[in-house]
């Protein structure tokens, strides 16, 4: 890969399974050294770009660059510079993690004489160097995906494609995995490409990208994202919240619900409100809290629900789309 | 490229993974088999189950049936259980090696599969790796059935040991390199197993491991003579037979050899069959699995 090269490069890129239009013309680039978050629901077509991008899916049409190299034209040439941890574990049980990872090794041809020091360090990354002679059967979950991330970076991957790699994780081992992945954009010199459909994790990358129903609807950095959203959250304790929100709708026009215990709406620039609503608002309040909008709220206003109603919805139309098929 | 570049970035070791070679290929057939030998080892449960099925068609069946033969039958000085020993071997053998193919629709469930099918490797490697491997450990089982020797009646002679292990390895391989043609396509081990009975009994009793195929009606003869099977059987009895003091009316017998139309097939063209079966159906094999990319 030359220098300035975008690590991850897509243009029109389209993949169809007879009637459905899993992916829809997506376009996007990559830095070099990027953490690069795809949000979106179950079913939007994440996996199924990510499965383009890394060679285990022909493209129906358009292109995709990785690592310097065409994703069809040049396949050995990316899998060589990309390391992949998948949403399903893919590590033999019978084996113990040490052997997981000398097996990757001798695979990606990784030169002999590097094979301990790399693997002491990957292993050491991810914490697991003094549990490398356990069979991997017993493994926890969290350690089980920590050897696939070393594994994944066993060989020097220009880019790291993490395809949901805390899902089905306590929040504990998620936030370990994190510190993880943090550390190995310290450490390394790589790009990362991740799926998530946790709105708490999107916001620890440079950028992401909202897909929605085959199709990015929205890409920046997650405070461009949440800024370009317009609104903040505001939430108020009151004495009587049913009078608070028909004195809202009354004399702001804004429609306020009781959320969290509070009655929460949103407005632009919140904290320039606050003097008003004490003014005019004509009920007696407790406390105020204004927040920045989050990534949900961003979410909800390029896609108009929730993530948690569209993977709803998006499950539907797959299994429609499924049957239709059938 | 090949080389290795060492580190410049702090204390990280930078790897560079090399182009497709030949030695690359070679590492990769190596690594699939050790990993073969890694799970072979640690399975200690299929080791033992695959001796049970052996030892109850030696002893139960072979002491058995010989008192059948003793009571009417040319049996004279020899055991119907030596008769069978071949077979019982060229029978676990099978079994070792469909079983290490089936890990391939193991594999595939448990997601390993991918790991393997996504490194910039040549498909061809990792199938020459399984095939081998099977073929490996399909043979150390055989080793095993081998040291029953004594039970049936057969000498413990190096040559003879050499001999059986040299030709268990050769009809493994082609074995395997079938059994991995039957996974490549198979999702869960349940429809693997169904169609392995499917396969595996019929070649069992078509074979000539358990009778002697002289004398068969026109249709079971024709049968036993197209399936592989019966040119890994025959070898195997052939040695033991000429490490055996027995008279040429009961060699007529018991180790009638296989005919074609009347033609006793030298054991050189057997073992001809059986050689050059291995690769033909590890291309198969091969093809398979580029097939499905």
């Known amino acids: ?40 629901p179950n079913g939007a077509g994440k996996s ?13 049409s358009g292109s ?28 033999d049980n019978y084996l113990t ?29 991810v914490g697991l160097w003094d549990r490398r002679g356990d069979r991997v059967e017993i493994y926890s ?25 805390t899902v089905g994780l306590d929040p504990q081992t998620r936030s370990s995995i994190w510190d993880y992945i943090r550390r190995l954009k310290d450490a390394e010199e790589i790009t990362i490409f991740m799926t998530t459909h946790y709105m708490d994790e999107a916001e620890f990358c440079d950028r992401i990208a909202i897909m929605d129903q085959g199709t990015i609807v929205a890409l920046d950095t ?8 317009g609104k903040d959250r505001v939430q108020i304790h009151t004495d009587d919240d049913g009078a608070a929100i028909e004195a809202l709708r009354d004399r702001f026009g804004l429609e306020a619900k009781v959320a969290e215990g509070a009655v929460t709406f949103a407005v632009p620039s919140g904290e320039a409100f606050v003097p008003r609503l004490f003014a005019e608002l004509g009920v007696p309040i407790r406390s105020v809290s204004v927040s920045r909008p989050s990534l949900d709220d961003v979410f909800m206003s390029f896609t108009g629900s929730t993530i948690r109603d569209a993977e709803g919805s998006a499950n539907d139309w797959m299994r429609m789309a499924a049957r239709g098929r059938r | 490229m090949g080389t290795p570049a060492p580190a410049e970035a702090g204390s990280v070791v930078r790897v560079q993974v090399p182009e497709r070679s030949v030695r690359h290929d070679l590492r990769v057939v190596k690594i699939v088999l050790h990993r073969e030998l890694i799970r072979f080892w640690h399975d200690k449960m299929r080791i033992v189950s695959t001796l049970v099925q052996p030892v109850l068609w030696l002893l139960v069946m072979g002491t058995g049936l010989s008192n059948l033969m003793a009571s009417g039958g040319p049996s004279g000085e020899i055991d119907l259980k030596t008769f069978i020993f071949p077979g019982v071997c060229a029978m676990s053998v099978m079994f070792t090696a469909m079983f290490s193919a089936g890990s391939i629709v193991w594999d595939r469930e448990f997601g390993f599969l991918r790991e393997m099918l996504v490194a910039p490797v040549s498909r061809s490697a990792i199938v020459v790796g399984k095939c081998v491997g099977g073929a490996t450990v399909a043979t150390l089982q055989g080793l095993l059935i081998v040291m029953l020797a004594g039970l049936a009646g057969v000498p413990y002679d190096p040559l003879l040991l050499l001999e059986m292990i040299g030709i268990m390895f050769l009809g493994a391989f082609a074995l395997t390199g079938f059994g991995v043609i039957m996974a490549a396509r198979i999702k869960t081990m349940q429809s693997f197993f169904a169609l392995m009975q499917m396969a595996m009994m019929p070649m069992m009793f078509l074979s000539g491991a358990l009778y002697p195929l002289s004398g068969l009606p026109t249709w079971l003869s024709v049968l036993t003579r197209i399936n592989p099977l019966t040119y890994a059987v025959d070898p195997l009895r052939q040695v033991v037979f000429a490490h055996l003091d027995v008279s040429a009316e009961l060699e007529r017998t018991f180790n009638p050899g296989v005919t074609w139309n009347g033609w006793v097939v030298p054991v050189w063209l057997e ?23």
């Open chain 2, 271 to 293: 073992l001809l069959i059986i050689v050059a079966l291995g690769p033909i159906l590890t291309a198969v094999a091969i093809w398979e699995f580029r097939r499905g990319d």
């Open chain 1, 222 to 229: 997650p405070e461009a994202l949440k800024a370009g959203v």
């Open chain 1, 141 to 165: 979950g969290g350690m089980k995906r920590r050897l696939e991330i070393a594994r994944g970076l066993l060989h020097s991957p220009r880019v790291l494609f993490l395809d949901e790699p």
């Open chain 1, 64 to 91: 995709a660059r990785v690592a310097g190299h065409d994703v069809v034209s040049e396949r050995d040439d990316v899998r060589r510079n990309i390391g992949l941890v998948f949403q399903d574990p893919t590590l």
């Open chain 1, 97 to 125: 993690g040490e052997q997981n990872l000398r097996f990757h090794a001798e695979l990606y041809g990784v030169p002999r004489a590097l094979v301990p020091e790399r693997m002491r360090q990957v292993l050491e990354m």
């Open chain 1, 48 to 60: 199924t770009t990510i499965n383009m991008l890394c060679t285990l899916l022909r493209p129906t």
């Open chain 1, 1 to 40: 890969m030359r220098n300035g090269e975008p690590a991850v490069a897509v243009d029109g890129l389209v993949k169809r399974f007879g009637e459905l239009e899993a992916v829809r013309g997506v376009e996007l680039q990559v830095a070099a050294g990027e953490i690069f978050g795809f949000l979106g």
